[in-house]
């Protein structure tokens, strides 16, 4: 029977030592396996564990106001003062929406823009104004649709400018009530089921606010009585042969064609002309029948030439 001593317990506490750091570094070798061991999934040094995608941030403040486009109708257009004229104001446009309860659209309309060009672009279909005189086309009443933007987006009062205004056209159909100098008016209707402009954004918010399963049923198109103008380089007069023609060939009581821009107090011609009238070019002519050398003329290869029936 051995007897401890002083060096046998020196002994014990050595292999006790030894046991422990075997032990530890069997803990850090199981760790570092399970890690990747430094090494990425494709064994690349260096690369970690794969990271999910990051979350998009939410942005810490929202612009008070964003440009936009904004369609009604003009109540009033006041030009700039001297003063105002010097700073490069050419005036100040109001818009109204036909929504109930909306509020009024005040824009500033500045003559040039940083390029030198006129500041406003003005359309109807096709067609681009060359304004000078805003004035002369942005009349009370007329239905347009406006584009505006901020002047200075860093300034502490930020000011709306009108960029664009576009006079949207109306097809409609009726007749001629009067004719005077350069005005004309008319008692129409919408074509392609359409209805009036101001009277169709009523509709949508009855609809809105009805509460009933079941939808209204439509109502038939009212006939409006209009007072058109003519503007230059704009409107186009067309008789029954689509030839070019002056307001003073058309008649009281004549049934017509146009397509305008609306307006519950004084419209705008863009065209008008007898129904079915389109003014669009024509094709090529037929070929002339040629003489067969004994003084007759080819008919085309068609029957002898008769009375047809007549009918409407």
Known sequence: MLIPGPKMGCLVRRISAVVMLIMALAVCDTAFAQAGGGRGRAGRPGAGPKEGPKQPTKPTEKPIETPGMQTGTIVSYKPATEAEAEKGIAGYLTVRPFEKKAKLVKLTVFKENEEGQPSVSVKVGDHKFEVEDYSQLFW???????????????????????????FTQLEVSGKILSVEDDTVTIRAVPKNGQNWPHLAALEDDSK???????????????????????????SKLLDAEAEEASLSGFEVGQKIEASIVFSTKVG?????????????????????PEDDGRGRRDNGGGGPRGRG???G
């Open 208 to 234: 809105a606010s009805t509460k009933a399963t079941a939808p209204p049923k439509p109502k038939p198109v009212r006939q409006l009585k209009i007072k058109l103008k003519l503007v230059e380089d704009v």
């Open 309 to 311: 029936p007549r009918g």
């Open 268 to 288: 705008m011609v863009i065209k008008l002309s007898p129904p079915g009238v389109d003014g669009t070019a024509a094709g090529p002519p037929p070929p002339k």
């Open 140 to 166: 009370k009443g007329l239905y347009c649709t406006a584009g505006w933007g901020f002047k200075d987006e860093s300034a502490k009062v930020k000011v709306k400018e009108l960029r664009t205004l576009e």
